[in-house]
């Protein structure tokens, strides 16, 4: 149980371009989902918290303009990177909150994006 | 001053030996602890999650937590060298978590 998916696993794209990451809860309902970026041998960082039918939560210095959510469903939230930029190629890492056990988060296994 | 921190690492261990990490936390309010192992280039996987003082034990791991000391810490016992990663504290307040910055930890065989 408490499975999560993320799709793409990996992803290169142009400067200037769009990214759209999908996150689902595949065996869970999940009204609430984590976006985290990290870099290499750093910690994960908090991007913003996604509530199912409302606005995303974005944490300070994070550009909700540039990083879109969207959480239309109980299991399935979405991360579009956009005009993204060779700064922005980091590990992307979603999680999902299993409301009936407290603050617990699952991990889905991650998108690695590389801007050219 | 950091929210979460741990000492960096490298911890390096000999197999069947004891591997101890450590954590402590600034918010007095957290309310929820867990421990993620994150495999090179992998996402956090969970280990153990603890929410009350005292030891939580889950095969050969063992959390303990004191939060009058606002302290966590991971006892990963007969090391394996499939143990070798990097252990993230987590610390959770209103259903957000807290990052630590990671301790690695190599178990030689």
């Known amino acids: 149980g408490a499975v999560v998916s993320q799709h793409p696993s990996w992803v290169i794209c142009k400067s200037g371009t769009s990214v759209k990451i999908e996150c689902r809860s595949l065996d869970f309902q999940a009204t609430t989902m984590f976006w985290y970026r990290q870099f290499p041998k750093q910690s994960l960082m908090l991007m913003a918290t996604s509530n199912e039918g409302s606005k995303a939560t974005y944490e300070q210095g994070v550009e909700k303009d540039k990083f879109l959510i969207n959480h239309a469903s109980l299991t399935l939230s979405t991360l579009t990177v956009t005009s993204a930029h060779p700064e922005d190629s980091s590990f992307y890492i979603c999680?999902?909150?299993?409301?009936?056990?407290?603050?617990?988060?699952?991990f889905g296994p991650g998108t690695r994006l590389t801007v050219l | 001053q950091k929210e979460v921190e741990q000492n960096s690492g490298p911890l390096s261990v000999p197999e069947g030996a004891i591997a101890s990490l450590n954590c402590t936390y600034s918010d007095r309010g957290s309310q929820s602890f867990f421990w993620y192992r994150q495999y090179s280039g992998k996402s956090p996987e969970l280990i153990m999650s603890i929410y009350s003082n005292g030891d939580k034990e889950d095969g050969r791991f063992t959390a303990q937590l004191n939060k009058a000391s606002q302290y966590v810490s991971l006892l990963i016992r007969d090391s394996q060298p499939s143990d070798s990663a990097t252990y993230l504290c987590?610390?959770?307040?209103?259903?957000?978590?807290?990052f630590g910055a990671g301790t690695t930890v190599t178990v030689r065989a």
């Open positions: 987590a610390v959770g307040n209103d259903y957000k978590l807290s």
């Open positions: 999680s999902a909150r299993d409301r009936t056990q407290t603050d617990t988060q699952y």
